[in-house]
């Protein structure tokens, strides 16, 4: 049981090129996120899929765009990579049926733009 | 809107003391939950603690206590008999419902509480 897992760790990009971070859980959770931490900033949310074919727009999704592919799979894809866009990125998942529905988190990307 | 607000951007403590983060939120909600994660330097997220709305007692976890003060909207982690390792950055958290009946969290700016030998 290997949680969520995202890759890759870490990424290096040029303004203008673009890339597709991935996450995948085993849990079968149902709700899935991605998130953006800046220094100072806390987490911000920037798109959630609550199940497999539904996704939606959180507090910062300019720039970027996901794909729900499966029950286990969100992926997130920046398309013209930006400076603004260094960060650590964080996957999340969540159950729907669970007491507290605390999110488990992958252990981040950390993206540079340059 | 639902906000989180954490307004210690740093704490010290000395070990095996008591320390209190604080956490407010802002809601029109009557039913959400509030999360406590830690955030060591190695970067990973950790779920410390829960707290529902319509919990009446406080939530406990171990050395974790969550002070719920509903009225006041208020829900500050008390860490009893710090230790080195709990040396982290901590972000308060509220789950709260979408118009279309999902989940989604909103996170606090986070304390960095340092624990003093």
């Known amino acids: 049981n290997a949680g969520v897992t995202q890759t890759p760790k870490f990424q290096v990009l040029k303004t203008g090129q673009s890339m597709t971070l991935q996450c995948a859980q085993d849990m079968n959770h149902n709700s899935m996120y991605w998130y953006r931490q800046d220094p100072g900033m806390g987490l911000r949310l920037i798109y959630y899929s609550a199940s497999e074919g539904t996704t939606d727009k959180g507090e910062v999704p300019n720039g970027y765009n996901v794909s729900r592919l499966n029950k286990r799979e969100f992926s997130l894809r920046l398309e013209s990579a930006a400076p603004s866009q260094t960060s650590v990125y964080f996957c999340?998942?969540?159950?729907?049926?669970?007491?507290?529905?605390?999110?488990?988190f992958g252990p981040g990307t950390r993206l540079t733009v340059t | 809107a639902q906000k989180i607000t954490q307004t210690q951007p740093g704490m010290f403590v000395q070990e095996k003391e008591a320390v209190t983060l604080d956490c407010t939120y802002d809601?029109?909600?009557?039913?959400?939950?509030l999360f406590w994660y830690k955030q060591p330097s190695s970067g990973e997220m950790i779920f410390l603690i829960y707290q529902g709305s319509y919990d009446e007692q406080n939530a406990t976890e171990g050395r974790y206590s969550l002070n719920f003060q509903k009225a006041r909207k208020s829900a500050n982690l008390v860490i009893s008999a710090s230790q080195l390792g709990d040396s982290a950055m901590y972000f308060c958290?509220?789950?709260?419902?979408?118009?279309?009946?999902?989940?989604?969290?909103?996170f606090g700016t986070g304390t960095r509480l340092k624990v003093l030998a």
């Open positions: 999340a998942s969540s159950p729907s049926r669970d007491r507290g529905y605390e999110q488990y």
């Open positions: 958290a509220m789950r709260e419902v979408t118009t279309s009946g999902t989940y989604k969290y909103i």
């Open positions: 809601t029109s909600d009557q039913s959400y939950g």
